[in-house]
């Protein structure tokens, strides 16, 4: 009498470890554009990359001036008008000033069509009791330049940044995390890995593009904060 032994079930195919959050793409040779490069703002984030190695190229309405600016910083940074710092950039940052805001993205959809662009514009406005948060149609300026620019990839980041730390040439490290937010993951972690060649900061995810209001808001207050205490504030996240 023969016996038969029982089926074996198959063999169970390895489980996929979960992605390692802080595994993040090499972004070294990507080249940098800065709209509105000449403000302080953009001047400071244009200085803060080409300063970590990248190339940077920072635009703006009138090219001489944006020239002018580039000589200024040095570290091989190159200007240009804002249409041909879009053409030649892999990504691009938006640091316009807010009334600007639409009128720019819309005269340069062409250009930054399927482009990275990373929105760091704050619409805030002013009165005798400071600075408040205003809120777009759109929900936010990182919505807005997502309806305007339909075929780019756009995220928000760099929101929080104190254009006096940036520009300070003392300065080795800047202490802060920086607010990402995204559709896509790979676009989210081309913007943290970027971030964090800037020493001392960290891209940190922080949601998609419909949580880019109340990131854009908090600036209102860290200007509340710098006030009374005669600082540069900026933001850590804790436990991660």
Known sequence: MTSSSAPQDPTPEAVKAPKDPWDL????????????????????????????GQKVIIG??????????????GHGVEGA???????????VIVAVPWDGHAETLESLREELAGKLVVDCVNPLG??????YALKPEEGSAAEQAAA??????????FHHLSAVLLQDTSLDEIDTDVMVLGEERADVETVQALAGRIAGMRGVFAGRLRNAH???????NLISVNRRYK?????RVTDI
């Open 25 to 52: 793409p090499d972004v070294s040779g990507l080249v940098v554009g800065v709209l509105g490069g000449t403000g302080e703002q953009g001047r400071g984030l244009a200085y803060r990359f080409a300063r970590a």
């Open 60 to 73: 703006s309405r009138s090219a001489d001036r944006a020239r002018d600016a580039a000589a200024e910083l």
């Open 81 to 91: 008008d804002n249409a041909e710092t879009a053409r030649r950039s892999d990504v």
């Open 126 to 131: 002013f009165d005798k009791k400071g600075a």
């Open 148 to 157: 305007l620019l339909p075929d780019s990839r756009v995220t928000a980041a």
């Open 214 to 220: 109340q990131v854009e808001s908090l600036v209102a």
């Open 231 to 235: 600082a540069h504030a900026g933001l």
